[in-house]
């Protein structure tokens, strides 16, 4: 079972700014740990979106953004286009699970 | 480029057993863990385990702990996840993953394309 909580679904028009929040606990988002978000597009793998909390890799639109305080943290979408449906997740480390490397419940981003 | 290429989709027989495979290539294999990654139909993202190809030293999630055995050949830069008795439960497709470690924090920076394994009489 997930660790994070992310809500399931959100959704917006083309052009519209989406956010997406992870609530995690003190002993992984809370405790230090960085978080990285990820993107499924239907019927791929997982890609790497956001890693250290803000950070995109090569190839990632400056559309997406990332974001961390506390406990929690926040995967925000700006102008948002067609090709961004997909599901997304976030991942931290927890100390408290023998050293786990645990995901968000994942949430599935609609343009409408 | 980095690559982690996995073996194909599979059907097996519940109490069957079964070894997929995860070949890395462009960069050495040697300096990252490979974790595998279980998501079952409709679900999300579950880390199972990972494995250090230097040593073969290996580390499982709780919820997979004793269920699932993962493995290393550094000398073919392949990582392995096998089961001894398949369940219908262990329906799902299985990814491999290269993890990145840089001061706090830990992360999936490539992933495989995926294995389907599908487990029914």
């Known amino acids: ?112 | 480029e980095v690559q982690l290429v996995q073996s194909g989709a599979e059907v097996k027989k519940p109490g069957e057993s079964l070894k997929i495979s995860c070949k890395g290539s462009g960069y050495i294999f040697n300096t990252n863990w490979i974790g595998w990654v279980r998501q079952m139909p409709g679900k999300g993202l579950e880390w199972m385990g990972i494995v250090y190809p230097h040593d073969s030293n290996t580390r499982y999630s709780p919820s997979f702990q004793g269920q699932v055995t993962i493995s290393a050949d550094k000398s073919i830069s392949t990582a392995y996840l096998q089961w001894s008795g398949l369940k219908a439960s262990d329906t799902a497709m299985y990814y491999c993953v290269r993890l990145n470690i840089v001061a706090t924090n830990y992360y999936f920076d490539n992933w495989g394309q995926g294995t389907l394994v599908t487990v029914s009489s």
Do not use: H, M
């Open chain 1, 1 to 112: 079972q997930s660790v994070l909580t992310q809500p399931p679904s959100v959704s917006g028009a083309p052009g519209q700014r989406v956010s997406i929040s992870c609530t995690g606990s003190s002993s992984n988002i809370g405790a230090g740990y960085d978080v990285q978000w990820y993107q499924q597009l239907p019927g791929t793998a997982p890609k790497l979106l956001i890693y250290g909390n803000n950070n995109r890799p090569s190839g990632v639109p400056d559309r997406f953004s990332g974001s961390k305080s506390g406990t929690s943290a926040s995967l925000a979408i700006t102008g948002l286009q067609a090709e961004d449906e997909a599901d997304y997740y976030c991942q931290s480390y927890d100390s408290s699970l023998s050293g786990s490397y645990v995901f968000g419940t994942g949430t599935k981003v609609t343009v409408l």
